[in-house]
């Protein structure tokens, strides 16, 4: 029991950093069906610059405030830069674009600070908490209470300010949001800025349990897209209920069937989503209209 | 649409590329000094024929592959696990390796594409990453992260084995890989896909089934890839999983991308640069991954069209 208990909480953190990488995934989507293959590149931005600056002595919060920034600069720059250069381009080129961003931001990250692994103190200590029978680091409340805080911050956002229903009216139908007075070009800079911060913030949070380094992105970037793929792909609450559902699979594949293997079942479980059920678990249903 | 349903009036004039392509590899070698620059043509040659399938799929049917070298990987890995570990001919070894990835390829695809849109993207990029992980993990059989190696190859009881003799023999693949796939962009499956690249809808409209000649164009860039990756376990002797990772699928899209959709000697030139380019850039060797990711963004905002057909249309117009 205890085990299972363990598993259960190593599940949700690593599935609630799933969930924010999924989220950034979905705000993107939602303004402008690119799918953003560097989301996890904002994540590496987030955890590595604060990591480095903590190490040269700077205090974690103005560090995390920086790195932040930084993740901000880094999506707004993208979309700036190359995204709306590109609008008109079919939706193949635009993925193209971003893949390339993550390449790019990823050399980057090697140029300006160097290709080892680094770690973050935990934001309180490491000293471990007993709960039900498991030992957890207290950096896994820092996780879970952040993560939630942002998923309600995000909910009021897109449910009671007029920013946030114009942003959800833009991603049902742009022309008609245009029509009706609302700048969505500016709000498709804002839906980077939001995702590079949403990315940055996940990355800050899980650097002191997994250690952080150049090219840590791309594997929680892929597993963030499958958490956003398996809750559907564009919706808030299903990029959440997906990342926390992965991450419970994974840990608890991995203690009960195999470790090695636990990197694969994101991506199995990407198959199998497509197979079965395509519109993920609470993604939108509806018709295509030509 | 007149243009669809022209006929071919001068049969041989689609073969004039194939022409410059033969002659091209029939007279590098002489330029080639040493074997170094061998083994960088080889290797182009063999990432070429990876994207003159790639390109069917990517050009002509408007689908994105995340996971092409998966199907790289898998063909490289039967054939040096069928020979290694079974004794298998290397030919024989190579074919086994095709039928597999033919059909894995097949029943992903075939569920999938009835979908619209992106999901290809997504399944080969899932698929991609589950063969890397597989090959990284099967130690019994692949040897983990450390590789394996791999015997040469014997064709007709003869051991190919100088960098010479690889050359001609990757250089006549990747001709016919070419021709191949020409023919196909010319056969009613290529009108039916370019038909679908225009709109899925009217293509459909017109009783084309457009999952079904998707599927096909997949399965056929899959073989292309599988068949090369065989070629290359061979060639180089010794195999890590690093050659089905998601990053060398980035890069055989980089190369399709960057050389031109819709062009097969696109593909052959998008190859060219991003094998050749690392070999130039290994003084800057930390810069490497920045230079590459520009390219694929500069190359995707400024022409999308990609290098070669860029070309051709600033060629034609200054020479009419």
Request: aromatic share 10%; hydrophobic share 55%.
């Amino acid at each position: 029991m205890a085990e299972f208990v363990q598993f259960v909480f190593s599940g949700i953190t690593v599935g609630a950093i799933y969930a924010l990488v999924g989220l950034g995934f979905s705000i993107i989507y939602n303004a402008s069906q690119v799918i953003n293959f560097a989301q996890g590149e904002f994540v590496m931005i987030g955890g590595l610059t604060t990591a480095m600056l903590a190490q040269g002595g700077v205090p974690v919060p103005i560090a995390a405030a920086i790195a932040i920034a930084a993740a901000v600069v880094a999506g707004v720059a993208l979309e700036k830069l190359a995204v709306e250069q590109a609008r008109d381009a079919p939706v193949v080129t635009l993925i193209i674009i971003t893949i390339g961003a993550s390449i790019f931001l990823r050399g980057l990250a090697q140029i300006v600070f160097d290709r080892n692994y680094h770690a973050l103190a935990g934001f309180s200590g490491e000293a471990p908490i007993h709960l039900a029978g498991a030992t957890i680091v207290p950096q896994t409340l820092w996780v879970l209470g952040t993560t939630a805080a942002l998923v309600l911050a995000l909910a009021w956002f897109f449910g009671r300010t007029l920013l946030g229903k114009a942003i959800l009216a833009t991603s049902y139908n742009p022309l008609a949001a245009q029509l009706a007075g609302i700048g969505t070009r500016s709000l498709l800079l804002l839906s980077f800025g939001l995702s590079a911060a949403l990315g940055a913030i996940g990355g800050i949070l899980i650097a002191p349990i997994s250690l952080t380094s150049y090219d840590v992105g791309v594997l929680l970037g892929l597993k963030g897209f499958s958490a956003a793929v398996l809750g559907g792909l564009g919706s808030s609450l299903g990029a959440v209920a997906g990342g926390l559902l992965l991450g419970l699979i994974e840990a608890l594949g991995a203690g009960y069937i195999s470790s090695s293997y636990k990197d694969a079942i994101a991506f199995v479980i990407i198959l199998l989503v497509l197979f079965f059920m395509p519109r993920g678990l609470l993604g939108r249903r509806g018709t295509e209209r030509v | 649409m007149a243009g669809l349903w022209r006929r071919p009036d001068r049969p041989l004039a689609r073969y004039r590329g194939l022409f410059v392509l033969a002659l091209v590899a029939a007279i590098l070698p002489w330029f080639l000094p040493n074997n170094f620059f061998l083994n960088i043509a080889i290797l182009t040659g063999l990432n070429a024929i990876v994207c003159v399938g790639l390109n069917l799929l990517i050009g002509y049917a408007g689908q994105i592959s995340l996971g092409h070298a998966g199907f790289f990987g898998l063909g490289a890995y039967v054939s040096a696990v069928l020979t290694v570990d079974f004794g298998w001919e290397p030919a024989l070894a190579m074919l086994a390796g095709a039928v597999v990835v033919g059909l894995l390829a097949f029943l992903v695809a075939r569920p999938i594409l009835r979908l619209s849109g992106h999901y290809l993207a997504m399944a080969t990029l899932g698929l991609g990453v589950i063969i890397s992980i597989v090959l990284v993990h099967e130690t019994k059989l692949t040897g983990g992260p450390d590789g394996m190696n791999v015997p040469p190859l014997r064709l007709f009881g003869r051991d190919i084995s100088s960098e010479r003799d690889w050359y001609w023999l990757v250089a006549a693949v990747l001709i016919v890989a070419a021709w191949l796939a020409l023919n196909l962009i010319d056969s009613p499956l290529g009108r039916a896909l370019r038909g679908l690249h225009g709109s899925e809808v009217a293509a459909e409209t017109v009783a084309i089934d457009t999952a079904r000649y998707k599927t096909r164009v997949f399965v056929i860039s899959a073989l292309f890839a599988s068949i090369a990756g065989s070629l290359f376990a061979h060639y180089s002797g010794f195999l890590t999983p690093s050659e089905a990772s998601f990053q060398r699928s980035i890069e055989f899209v980089t190369m399709v991308v960057l050389g031109g959709m819709a062009s097969t000697y696109g593909a052959v030139v998008g190859a060219a640069i991003i094998t050749v380019l690392p070999q130039l850039l290994t003084v800057f060797h930390d810069y490497e991954q920045v230079v590459l990711g520009l390219i694929l963004m500069l190359t995707m905002v400024f022409m999308p069209k990609g290098l070669v057909p860029n070309l051709a249309v600033y060629l034609k117009r200054r020479l009419s």
